[in-house]
């Protein structure tokens, strides 16, 4: 690789060809602060906090887009920088809605940060012009408040990169501010509810809509029975909000924290999982054989769902009609689970705790109530829940490790991959493999669908067919794949796509990293190492082998695919408008 | 300054629509032509409401919200039509210090609009302008190409009065 030397601080460099100011100084553990930059996506040089002296140059430049050059000599750090940034803070300040004790982001805020870094010892230095923003509470899974909005432009540029584009930056001078065409609220473009400008929000501006209340209301209440369910991706990120390592699997604490809540029963999404594997293994080898419409795309992904019924509603069909894990959990719950335990479902509070803001539009979708009740009747985010955990008083780190209830804390390795890129493929090949064969499968790893990529391919020969499937995440690279399905050019017989890039792991749910780590950690990596690690050490791999799920088709659903089984655990969806 | 959206029904004909597909064909897909159609469609419609640049936007594959930031963001773009009469008044230097903004408040109190608006019977709309080169009538309103010069507000009623009766 080609590099050049040049100085920062007086420290001599040497950084690939082609980087930046912001890199090269990283190589020598300096890390200039920025706000509105991110990494491939949003490199607009803006925000101008990352300002540094450059020997020789007119004026400040900006390190995050700057090139990097031979012989150059950098300060990052003088007098004259830090000025700047701090004359930037406060100008940024002087529109800002600064009552931080009651924002969402207190101690988690960018914005909070820099200022103490860069000592703003008085919030109210400027006056600026401060035109008032109403709330734009009007969608199901989030909140934004534009009087706490810094206009970085970093929720553009995700919504951009989700391939939806729905906010974008109206008006100019003090009126500029984040919104849609013609000032619509949220709820009536075509957002898809994904949240990924919420995890790219380095203020309070976005945040999802707290539906903590509801649960703790539930739980106080004696006359609800409870029941929470985690998803496979929270016990690799709920760490992170107690100040654990990226990549913790914290499922004992976590659910030693969820009966500390008190919530009455704590079971696993991840049946779940298994049971939409068993209901959509059984779809696949259906639709091959009997020739209904390939590629099937799976449905596990609210946010994919609901970018399907906007941006390509004539492509619906080739959606899988399973419910999504979280859905055909409560199904069962108050279902054969009420059944069993002979609580009748009316009594039933069931909360699914999701790495997802799509979540809460799910659960509120039509036919999603085929026992007569709502499937799931809250859904919390990874935020939500470590904020219920924080105000409990629970000390995370000190819990001791707890199992699951049985029966539906049950599940196999191939439910816990669920939370990653290509976990759903792997988990459905597992079974699906092993039913069409009939044979029991060598390796249980079909590695070419791990990974971080956004779209990954293989194929694969079960019996006498070539299996053609494709792994994508993040809209931007589902789109790429879905206008081949359009056009008839594709060679896939099943596709998985997740809403997120990474995959849950990455969803707009979890906790909050800032900048710095999207920009120069491999948070999708890592996060998705420790389900890998979960599912290479399950006793149990394959959602087949699943006992509980077992039990389940046995003594109520019969096979998969039954009359039951599509009553309870299959939907239907509805091309939707772009505008209302 | 904030645009207001204009809430009067679309009227837009068959034939219009026509003439802007036709400019969005010339572009080919190139994206970067969006100001050039945005000037052509307002040519046309004289304005760019929802349902103008909803067109655009399928028209070209651009997302609707950037239109319309583009449209909120430049001065030339009108989100409200224009009246059967633009009473454009101009608030240049020399008209604003000989009381300007007091006949640009008379009309819109008159008219019960605001700048950028319409009437809801398609007769008038208003505008604030920059100089239009009579300074020396300060201060200035032009209603179509009539100019009228040495304005004061309590004259505004029996101007107005002359174009409703038109």
Request: glycine fraction near 8%.
């Amino acid at each position: 690789m080609e590099t050049i030397n040049l100085k920062i601080n007086n420290l001599a460099v040497s950084a690939p060809k082609g980087s930046t100011i912001l890199e090269a100084a990283r190589l020598i553990g300096i890390e200039i602060p920025t706000l509105c930059y991110l990494k491939e996506i949003n490199e607009i040089g803006a925000c101008r906090i990352c300002m540094v002296e450059v020997k020789g140059a007119r004026s400040l430049v900006t390190a995050c887009v700057f090139p990097a050059s031979e012989g150059m000599e950098v300060f990052t750090n003088t007098e004259k920088v830090r000025k700047s940034r701090k004359l930037t803070l406060e100008l940024i300040l002087s529109t800002h809605d600064r009552r931080c004790l009651s924002c969402v982001r207190s101690g988690n805020c960018e914005l909070q940060k820099l200022c103490k870094e860069f000592g703003v010892d008085d919030e109210q230095h400027f006056e600026g012009e401060n035109p008032r923003y109403e709330f734009d509470d009007s969608a199901a899974h989030m909140v934004r408040d534009n009087n706490r909005c810094i206009l970085c432009r970093r929720c553009i540029a995700a919504c951009k990169m989700q391939d939806c584009a729905v906010i974008g930056a109206n008006a100019r001078g003090f009126n500029t501010h984040i919104g849609s065409a013609f000032e619509k609220d949220l709820a009536d473009v075509s957002c898809v509810s994904c949240g990924q400008c919420i995890v790219h929000c380095p203020t309070g501006a976005l945040s999802e809509k707290d539906d903590s209340d509801k649960v703790l209301a539930a739980i106080n209440d004696p006359n609800k029975v409870v029941i929470v369910h985690t998803a496979p991706s929270i016990r690799a990120t709920l760490g992170e909000a107690f100040g654990l390592p990226l990549g913790t699997n914290v499922q004992g604490k976590m659910v030693a924290a969820l009966r500390r809540l008190g919530f009455n029963k704590v079971f696993d999404t991840d049946f779940g999982a298994d049971l939409t594997i068993m209901e959509e293994a059984n779809e696949f080898i259906s639709r091959v054989t009997n020739g209904g419409v390939l590629p099937m795309i799976t449905s596990c992904s609210p946010g994919w769902v609901k970018y399907c019924e906007h941006y390509f509603p004539q492509l619906l069909p080739h959606l899988s009609s399973c419910k999504s894990p979280q859905q055909m959990f409560g199904a069962i719950i108050k279902s054969w689970y009420a059944q069993k335990e002979g609580i009748n479902p009316a009594d039933i509070v069931c909360v699914g705790i999701m790495p997802c803001t799509a979540k809460k539009f799910e659960n509120k979708r039509d036919h999603q109530n085929a026992t007569g009740y709502p499937d799931v009747d809250i859904a919390l985010t990874t935020r939500e829940l470590a904020r219920m955990i924080d105000s409990a008083g629970i000390y995370f780190k000190h819990l001791p490790d707890e199992q699951f209830d049985n029966p539906l804390g049950e599940s196999s390795g191939a439910g816990v991959i669920f939370g990653a890129t290509g976990g759903v493929m792997e988990a459905a090949l597992r079974t699906a493999v092993e039913t069409l064969t009939g044979e029991a499968l060598h390796s249980l790893d079909f590695t070419e669908v791990r990974g971080t990529k956004g779209i990954k391919e293989a194929s694969y020969t079960v019996g006498d067919l070539t299996v053609n499937v494709c792994a994508a995440s993040g809209l931007e690279n589902a789109r790429k794949v879905l206008e081949e399905i359009a056009a008839g050019t594709s060679k896939y017989h099943f596709v998985e796509i997740m809403a997120c890039p990474g995959g849950c792991v990455n969803g707009g749910g979890q906790p909050v990293q800032h900048a710095v780590v999207r920009n120069f950690v491999d948070l999708r990596g890592a996060r998705a190492k420790a389900l890998y690690e979960a599912d290479a050490a399950a006793p149990i791999r394959k959602s087949h082998d699943n006992p509980a799920i077992k039990q389940l088709y046995a003594e109520f659903l019969g096979e998969p695919g039954s009359h039951k089984a599509h009553e309870l655990l299959h939907t239907s969806y509805a091309p939707r408008p772009k505008y209302k | 300054m904030l645009k207001k959206i204009s809430k009067l029904p679309f009227s837009g004909t068959p034939e219009q629509e026509a003439r802007l597909q036709a400019v969005i064909a010339e572009c080919s897909g190139d994206k970067s032509l969006l100001m050039h159609v945005m000037q052509q469609a307002q040519g046309i419609y004289g304005y760019l409401p929802f349902e103008v640049q909803a067109i655009i936007a399928d028209g070209m594959d651009i997302p609707l919200e950037h239109i319309y930031g583009v449209s909120t963001f430049y001065a030339q773009f009108a989100l409200a039509p224009k009246g059967k009469y633009n009473v454009s008044v101009c608030l240049g230097t020399a008209c604003y210090v000989k009381g300007a903004q007091d006949v640009l408040e008379k009309v819109m109190d008159e008219l019960k609009i605001g700048s950028g608006e319409c009437t809801s019977d398609g007769l008038f709309s208003i505008e604030a302008c920059r100089c239009i080169g009579a300074c020396g009538l300060a201060p200035v309103m032009m209603i179509n190409d009539d100019v009228y010069g040495n304005l004061s507000p309590a004259q505004i009623p029996g101007i107005l009065e002359k174009y409703r009766n038109n």
